[in-house]
């Protein structure tokens, strides 16, 4: 790759200016709006942290790999700390090929170690996409269960800000499609812990979508979280809000989006019931199925292309299932506009999905003004 | 090395008369062999796909063979590869990824997992303490994949024990090897990446023996890669989905085959040492064929791996979804046994 733009990400906001580089920031304080009695808080990215970290002291197998890794402490920083602690074996800074990491990844996961691979972002793990599908996902079915690869696969993924069509995509539905695959998207710093926890433990090959802009987002830090054996189950979504007139599903950043709008519709009496789907593959299609029941509307919410997107695939297993005859109005797929992400500011906020696009959507499937 | 070839001819055969789908031969590069008898049995093997031979030295017998061709209920595989994509973890041979190249990331990676052996290695098989090494094979035209260099250039700062072993056979498909690269081969690239390298006549049995030997002993005692590039013909066609006719003169064919073949010359050099004549020959190629011909029969004649086993090793365990689609299918394979011709596969295990 001749132009790596997201190597300077790790650089300080000052530094990536004088690069040329946009750089935005989410809206901040979003902990302050949960109603949580405890005052402490951590960011997603001390959370991710503190998931790796606990996981390989409990497991001598377990190690990470990827570029700037170690000696940087990661291009956003995720794995700070580590290398001092691990020391360079088990925290190994790679040449700057995905395929071959991603491959040695592999290879060492078939060999009974734990690998973590760190892509910079998910839209470089295009370059290594055979090893993760092709023989991650596939060598455990084809060696006749003779071979396991539980290997990790994390990194950023989707929308970022100001960085344009080859490092925005969002990919679960892509992996979300194979079998042999589990797949987790990370919203907030509880999903990020535990899910992270969960994948590394998982024997199974894990792809882990996290978000660049969610990094810095701090969030309530429960005693649960606090746990070294704080695992959530790969493969059940979380009801973010309770709610019993329409259902927003969404996976990573727009669910906050959705909690957003769900407390704007609430002002109006619309009672909005918020799921975080957290788990791309398996997907928790039934507890999406039991809220439809309840509240006879759906909306679904991401950031990814709206063709065979996470919303097409929910909107027909919902059209399969029981929940079709409790639907009131057709579900209604709110996703990224149809084009390569552009640059410019403007037309890059028009690709995406907000607050109020959320809000319009459920208030025209609910029919009302 | 004459099993490898009876093998050979009766499953090539086979194909042909359609009772399986696919082969690869090995005629012309049975010199593989002298390299996997200079490796540890419990090395990791990586293949590409045409190192049956390297497989049958470390004793996956020809049951084992024939029952991955005709993926029947006692192949490891459970019946989900095509014919020649073996693997067993018995043998610590990787199983075939067909896309090409990929294994060669993969062998750096084992190579790397080797490297922390306090948690991985098996003990070699002589008790010895000099660790282990992982063996990757790959072709001249694999060589020319992205993943071949990213495999070296890892393998060579990860400083991984591992040796790639290159089967220059002249031909990637019908691609000639002058046609592949312009360089001095696959060997000069090793010397790029900083890998000692060494080129090797990989017709000579006891050459690539020796040299795979002295590579091994380097890997280990220095812990760094090694590649070998082992020349060869490739005899037979790609595949059998490949008639080498189109595009290779016959009697250059023929012309290796005569003058420059592993198997031929193996058999002078024993014939020379006196320990073997045409007598000799002639009675351990009629017990080898009778050999193939029997696990041939066997294998054949054996049912198909059961119905639900399809849904098995997609994960650790059955996900619900996948519990609902085998609760389905046997459904239907209960009410119409005979459309689903139930009596052609084994039965479930309970």
């Known amino acids: 790759m001749a132009f790596r733009i997201s190597s300077s990400f790790g650089l300080s906001r000052s530094a990536a200016s004088r690069l040329g580089m946009r750089m935005t920031f989410p809206r901040l304080s979003m902990a302050a709006r949960y109603n949580s009695t405890t005052t402490e808080t951590i960011t997603v990215r001390e959370a991710l942290n503190s998931a790796i970290d606990e996981e390989m002291e409990a497991d001598p197998k377990v190690w990470l790999l990827g570029e700037e890794v ?256 409790y639907l009131d109005a057709p579900v209604c797929r709110i996703a990224g506009a149809d084009v390569p992400m552009p640059y410019a500011r403007n037309l890059e906020d028009l690709s995406l999905p907000t607050e109020e696009t959320i809000y319009k959507q459920v208030k025209r499937v609910l029919n009302v003004q | 090395m004459m099993t490898l070839n009876a093998m050979d001819q009766v499953l090539y055969e086979a194909q042909r008369q359609g009772r399986i789908s696919f082969y690869m031969t090995s005629f012309g590069e049975e010199g593989i062999v002298g390299s996997a008898a200079a490796m540890d049995p419990n090395d990791p093997m990586f293949g590409q796909y045409r190192e049956s031979g390297a497989l049958l030295f470390r004793g996956f017998n020809l049951d084992q063979v024939m029952n991955q061709c005709f993926s029947n209920d006692l192949d490891k595989g459970k019946g989900r590869q095509m014919p020649v994509h073996y693997g067993s973890k018995q043998h610590r041979f990787h199983t075939i990824s067909s896309p090409l190249a990929t294994q060669l990331p993969q062998a750096a990676g084992a190579a790397y997992a080797l490297k922390r052996s306090s948690i991985t290695t098996t003990p070699n098989s002589n008790g010895k303490e000099d660790g282990q090494c992982v063996i990757c094979y790959f072709g001249e035209g694999a060589a020319s994949e992205g993943d071949f260099h990213s495999a070296l250039n890892m393998a060579a700062t990860l400083e991984c024990p591992i040796i790639f072993f290159c089967r220059n056979n002249g031909y990637a498909i ?103 004549n045409d007598e000799v020959q002639e009675i351990t190629k009629k017990q080898i064929r009778a050999d193939v011909l029997k696990a041939f029969g066997d294998a054949e004649a054996r049912k198909k791996p059961s119905i639900p086993s399809m849904f098995e090793d997609v994960y650790d365990c059955l996900p619900q979804s996948l519990v609902e689609q085998k609760n389905e299918i046997m459904e239907l394979v209960r009410k119409y046994p005979d459309y689903y011709r139930v009596h052609d596969f084994a039965k479930e295990q309970q």
């Open chain 2, 174 to 276: 019908s691609t000639p090897s002058v046609e592949q690269y312009k360089g001095d081969g696959v060997a000069s690239r090793g010397i790029g990446y900083g890998i000692d390298t060494i080129r090797v006549d990989g017709n000579d049995v006891w050459a690539v023996y020796a040299a795979t030997l002295k590579a091994r002993e380097i890997v280990v005692t220095q812990n760094k890669p090694i590649l070998i590039e082992s020349m060869s013909y490739r005899v037979g066609h790609h595949s059998t989905s490949d008639d080498s006719s189109a595009y290779r003169p016959k009697k250059e064919v023929e012309d290796w085959n005569l003058h420059d073949n592993p198997l031929t010359r193996m058999r002078k050099w024993l014939t020379n040492q006196g320990w073997w």
């Open chain 1, 70 to 325: 170690a000696q940087y402490n990661g291009a956003y920083k995720v794995t700070k700390g580590l290398l001092d602690k691990y020391g360079p074996d088990r925290i190994v800074d790679t040449p700057i090929t995905e395929m071959g990491f991603a491959g040695i990844a592999v290879g060492a996961a078939l060999s009974g170690t734990k690998p973590i691979c760190e892509f910079m972002t998910f839209n470089f793990a295009m370059q290594a996409i055979d090893q993760i599908i092709n023989s991650g996902g596939k060598t455990y079915y084809m060696s006749g269960g003779q071979v396991p690869c539980p290997v990790v696969f994390r990194g950023p993924n989707g929308a970022a800000a100001g960085v344009a069509a080859q490092h925005s995509q969002d990919y679960a539905s892509w992996y979300g499609q194979i079998p042999g695959l589990k797949v987790v998207s990370i919203f907030d710093a509880e999903d990020a812990k535990g899910l992270l926890k969960a994948a590394i433990r998982d024997p199974n090959p894990v792809i882990v979508l996290e978000n660049e802009l969610m990094y810095g987002t701090s969030f309530p830090l429960t005693e649960a979280m606090k746990s070294k054996d704080f695992v959530l189950p790969i493969g059940k979504a979380k009801i973010a809000r309770e709610g019993k007139d329409i259902t927003i599903v969404a996976h990573s950043r727009p669910v906050q989006f959705s909690l957003d709008a769900a407390e704007k519709l609430a002002k109006e009496g619309i009672s909005a019931e918020v799921i975080n789907l957290r788990s791309i593959r398996p997907l928790d299609i039934d507890t999406i199925i039991k809220s439809v029941k309840k509240t006879n509307h759906l909306v679904t919410v991401e950031q990814g292309f709206p063709v065979c997107g996470m919303g097409s695939e929910i909107s027909a297993q919902i059209m399969e299932s029981e929940a079709f005859d």
